[in-house]
């Protein structure tokens, strides 16, 4: 059974860090990983989809990367604002779950200081 | 716009009355799902559903019900809600192989009491 793991559960840093979330997971044979960023109380937008036959994927000031034979990916965020705050989690596809059903970690609460 | 629309955002209700959370996807997609969230349990699959007429349990499934009549439609059915039932449900929808992006709700917020 895939299992996925954030780490850290939680960060705080001021603003203008770049700042590295990190995502492993047990099982290697995924479809893809997903990136998303939940505010409180609300729903989950997707951030970064990495294929598994990819490397990275960019949006704007975030890079997600991907090696899949260590089962790990990271969430790179590029001079961080206040506005970046959320909880951010990852979640992969496929593995023994099979199919497009999604494993989440349990997230990791961003603090960005202003 | 793509999107997936639950109803109601929020709810309170009462121990054994039966409940219908809707979602519906404007995607045509084939796999929709439910999740709830829970503090310190994170995000767990209820069910899923493959197409029409296709469903399946996922990881917690007692208590709940599901049917799949429309491809655009997918509700969650609590036919005798419980106080350990109270928690932030999400519908998602995504493509069949898993190898696209997954679309969530806005989530709903129930309450049973």
């Known amino acids: 059974k895939q299992e996925v793991t954030q780490i850290p559960a939680a960060l705080s840093v001021p603003e203008g860090e770049n700042l590295v979330l990190n995502c492993s997971f047990t099982?290697?044979?995924?479809?893809?990983l997903q990136w998303f960023r939940q505010d409180p109380g609300k729903g989950l937008t997707s951030l970064l989809l990495?294929?598994?036959?990819?490397r990275e994927q960019t949006s704007g000031r975030l890079n997600a990367s991907l090696d899949k034979s260590s089962g790990r990916s990271t969430l790179y965020i590029a001079a961080s604002q206040p506005g970046d705050s959320a909880t951010y989690l990852c979640?992969?596809?496929?593995?023994?779950?099979?199919?497009?059903?999604?494993?989440f970690g349990e997230g990791t609460q961003l603090t960005v200081n202003p | 716009e793509a999107q997936v629309t639950q109803n109601p955002r929020y709810l309170i209700t009462v121990t054994g009355k039966k409940l219908t959370v809707t979602c519906s996807q404007n995607?045509?997609?084939?796999?929709m799902s439910w999740y709830r969230q829970d503090p310190g349990l994170g995000l767990r699959q209820i069910y899923y559903?493959?197409?029409?007429?296709?469903?399946d349990k996922g990881d917690v499934p007692e208590g709940y019900k599901v049917s799949r009549k429309e491809k655009r439609n997918f509700p969650l059915i609590l036919e005798s809600p419980s106080p350990n039932q109270t928690s932030l449900y999400f519908c998602?929808?995504?493509?069949?192989?898993?190898?696209?992006?997954?679309?969530f709700g806005q989530g709903t917020r129930l309450t049973v009491v």
């Open positions: 998602a929808s995504s493509s069949l192989k898993g190898n696209t992006e997954a679309f």
């Open positions: 099982d290697s044979a995924i479809y893809n």
């Open positions: 990495i294929q598994s036959s990819q």
């Open positions: 979640a992969t596809t496929g593995g023994e779950t099979s199919g497009s059903r999604l494993t």
């Open positions: 995607m045509n997609h084939e796999y």
């Open positions: 559903s493959m197409n029409v007429e296709v469903t």
